[in-house]
């Protein structure tokens, strides 16, 4: 018989992976033949452009990328997020300093708590918010004090509502716009007004840039670093999981903040040697420009999905309120019903699946979040089987 080893403190302070069970949930459905519409999670459907998919192969075939990288990345993939930085938000990066490439954010959302925390630090986390914050945090030990994100705020944090010495206390803040799970983006005052509190309570900022390509109606959501002075508080991570549907690949980076940034690569000297050259190479093509058209139509993809969805809901008596960005939309759930009981209704009835917006934060509670990660059709089909349970929306 295996003996049963005890984990470290550290892995027994990691929270629930609260879309785990969900996951298990979805599979049962289908094994027993369901026909299931999954919006639950935040998987990009849609393929990559073939130009960054034929550029992998050929740089598979090369005997260089199967050595070991370099540490801290290929100079020409920094050199391209420092264009891609300056070409798509004007900011000036320094390659060799101001960036670090990573496997995938969720990775880089981990290190930078470790590479910044000790025990009993206040870090700031939006609620709802998106829950791998707090896997990293509760990993080193750091106190989570939470900023709402409230409906009548457009889902922004209101600082000057932020306990005083909280923010103080604060030594670091995470921020992400456009925002997962509610859909909301950010503007260039909010920005400002962060650098401005970050600088008076000497808090280091993180912002998660991940749907950074995602607004709709036209608004392109600024990058955190175009404000001026963001870089001497501050840095961004930007994946490419979801702007180039890339998500399986594990490709994205951190820039700004050169101390931080140089803590990071320190970190992913000891932990990695970098990404696999093939894909250096491959993602340096999905960042010269040369698929930008590709982005261009993968949000309009999006934007008439949101359309599609959001009409057909209101077409049932569901009054929902349409995204303003990311692929994701933040729906009240009626008032009869918790997020989890409206979740479960739809799973059990419908066979739709929904994220329960508690998962995200006690503040998550009274939404639903739904991914526009689906075709037109099914989208619709979904908005059909759900005004087929005679929810009463009012
Ligand atoms: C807000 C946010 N940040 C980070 C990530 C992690 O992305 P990746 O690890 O694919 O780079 C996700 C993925 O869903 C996300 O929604």
């Given at each position: 018989m295996q003996w049963e080893f005890e984990s470290s403190e550290a892995v027994k302070r990691l929270p629930d992976q609260f879309f785990a069970n969900l996951t298990k949930r979805v599979a049962k459905l289908e094994a027993d033949g369901h026909n299931v519409i999954n919006?639950?999670?935040?998987?990009?459907?849609l393929p990559i452009d073939n130009q960054v998919v034929e550029k992998l192969q050929q740089a598979a075939q090369k005997p260089v990328n199967d050595q070991y990288p370099p540490f801290g990345g290929h100079n020409y993939f920094r050199e391209a997020v420092a264009d891609f930085y300056k070409r798509e938000y004007d900011v000036d990066l320094d390659?060799?300093?101001e960036v670090a490439v990573m496997i995938g954010s969720k990775i880089g959302l981990f290190e930078v708590c470790q590479c910044m925390l000790n025990p009993h630090d206040t870090v700031l986390l939006p609620n709802p918010g998106y829950p791998d914050y707090l896997s990293g945090v509760s990993f080193v030990n750091a106190d989570p004090s939470f900023m709402p994100l409230l409906e009548e705020n457009e889902f922004l944090p209101d600082y000057t509502k932020l306990n005083e010495e909280v923010l103080d206390r604060a030594k670091m803040m995470f921020l992400n716009y456009p925002n997962n799970p509610t859909a909301a983006v950010a503007s260039e005052d909010f920005f400002e007004e962060t650098v401005e509190v970050a600088k008076k309570h000497n808090v280091f900022v993180v912002h998660d840039f991940a749907y950074g390509a995602m607004g709709f109606d036209g608004v392109k959501q600024p990058s955190f670093l175009s404000t001026p002075g963001a870089k001497d508080i501050g840095i961004e991570l930007y994946t490419m999981s979801k702007t180039f549907n890339m998500a399986g690949w594990r490709v994205a980076f951190a820039v700004g903040n050169a101390s931080v940034i140089q803590k990071i690569n320190l970190l992913q000297n000891h932990l990695f040697t970098s990404l696999y050259g093939a894909i250096q190479e491959a993602a340096t093509e999905a960042l010269s420009g040369s698929v930008d058209h590709f982005i261009q139509e993968l949000v309009a993809t999006y934007e008439k999905r949101r359309n599609v969805f959001v009409n057909s809901l209101r077409d049932i008596g569901w009054d929902v309120k349409a995204p303003k960005g990311t692929f994701f939309a933040w729906f009240k759930v009626p008032k009869q019903y918790t997020s989890s009981e409206f979740a479960e209704l739809l799973l059990e009835k419908a066979h739709v699946i929904v994220a329960d917006g508690s998962g995200f934060g006690?503040?998550?509670?009274?939404y639903v979040r739904m991914g526009l990660l689906d075709t037109e059709e099914r989208l619709q089909e979904a908005a059909e089987r759900i005004g087929k349970l005679d929810i009463a929306f009012d």
């Open positions: 919006l639950g999670q935040g998987n990009p459907d390659p060799d300093t006690t503040l998550g509670e009274g």
